[in-house]
C-alpha cells in the first residue's frame, strides 16, 4: 500500500511515517524542510520525500503525487508561534483539505482514496448531537474569535462532511479527534469513541502523539476497521488518561 503523508515532520506526522513504514508500507511526504528530517528517512527506499510547501503546488502537481496512493493522511496544523497562529496561511488545514481531495477526484480512479484528517476533540462533529455545556459553548465561541487554527480545524471537518459527504465515489474519510496531546515513545492501550466522554475544555483526556498516528495507520491498513469508523469523527483517548 502507498500512503502520502502531508504534515509529515510534524510531530505526530512523523509518527505516522515510521508506523507505516515499520508495517513495510511504501510512504510519500510533503515536507518543506527536509535537512530537518531523520538520516534513517533518506536512505528508506520505501520513503519518497517531496520537498515542496504544499499550498505552492499546481493542481496538476498534486494531482500526479496522490494518483498512485492508496490513502492520504492529514497531519497538518499550525505552529505555536505569533506568527504560525495569526499569520498566513490561515486556513492551512481547510485548504489543503479541498486541494486533496480535488487532486483525488480529478484522478478518475476506479476505487476511493482513503482520506484521514487528524482532528481536535474542541470541535464538534455536526452530524451528531453532540451536547456541551453553556460555559464550553462560550469558549469555544471566544475560540473562534481568537484563534484562527480553532476554526481551520472546524471548517476542515466540515468540508469532509458537508462536501465529500458519506457516498462520494472518490474519496472516503475519517476525522480522527484527538484530546490533549502528549508525547510517548511507545504505543499503549487507548480508546475509541463516537463522541467525546468529557469535556475537551474543562475535564480534557490525553492521548500519545504515537497512539494518534497507530490509529491512524489502523485505519489505513485495516479495511474491518475502516468500515466502522468512514464518515466518522472518532475521538482517542489514551486508557492510563482516563481515571
Not at 486541494?99 to 470541535?123: E, H, P, Q, W, Y
Not at 496531546?181 to 474543562?202: G, K, W
Request: proline fraction near 3%; glycine fraction near 4%; charge should be neutral.
Amino acid at each position: 500500500m502507498k500512503v502520502l503523508v502531508v504534515g509529515a515532520s510534524g510531530a505526530t506526522g512523523s509518527k505516522l511515517v515510521e508506523q507505516l513504514l515499520s508495517d513495510e508500507h511504501q510512504v510519500k511526504a510533503i515536507v518543506r524542510s527536509p535537512e530537518k528530517l531523520p538520516e534513517s528517512w533518506k536512505t528508506n527506499d520505501d520513503l519518497q520525500i517531496i520537498t515542496a510547501s504544499l499550498l505552492d503546488l499546481s493542481d496538476i502537481e498534486m494531482s500526479e503525487i496522490v494518483k498512485d496512493c492508496h490513502a492520504v493522511a492529514s497531519c497538518l496544523g499550525h505552529n505555536l508561534t505569533f506568527k504560525g497562529l495569526y499569520g498566513k496561511p490561515r486556513r492551512l488545514v481547510t485548504d489543503a483539505t479541498k486541494r486533496l481531495c480535488d487532486a483525488i477526484k480529478s484522478n478518475n480512479l476506479k476505487s476511493a482514496t482513503k482520506f484521514v484528517l487528524m482532528n481536535t476533540t474542541g470541535n464538534r462533529n455536526r452530524d451528531l448531537n453532540e451536547l456541551i455545556s453553556f460555559a464550553q459553548k462560550c469558549v469555544i465561541g471566544l475560540l473562534r474569535l481568537l484563534l484562527p487554527p480553532h476554526v481551520d480545524n472546524e471548517k476542515a471537518a466540515d468540508y469532509l462532511r458537508t462536501q465529500i459527504g458519506q457516498n462520494n465515489n472518490a474519496v472516503e474519510w475519517v476525522a480522527v479527534r484527538p484530546d490533549g496531546l502528549i508525547n510517548e515513545d511507545h504505543v499503549t492501550d487507548y480508546e475509541i469513541h463516537q463522541s467525546p466522554t468529557r469535556s475537551a475544555i474543562f475535564n480534557a483526556g490525553k492521548v500519545s502523539r504515537i497512539n494518534v498516528a497507530h490509529f491512524m495507520a489502523s485505519l489505513i491498513i485495516d479495511d474491518t476497521l475502516w468500515r466502522q469508523w468512514k464518515g466518522q469523527m472518532p475521538v482517542i483517548y489514551s486508557k492510563s488518561e482516563l481515571a
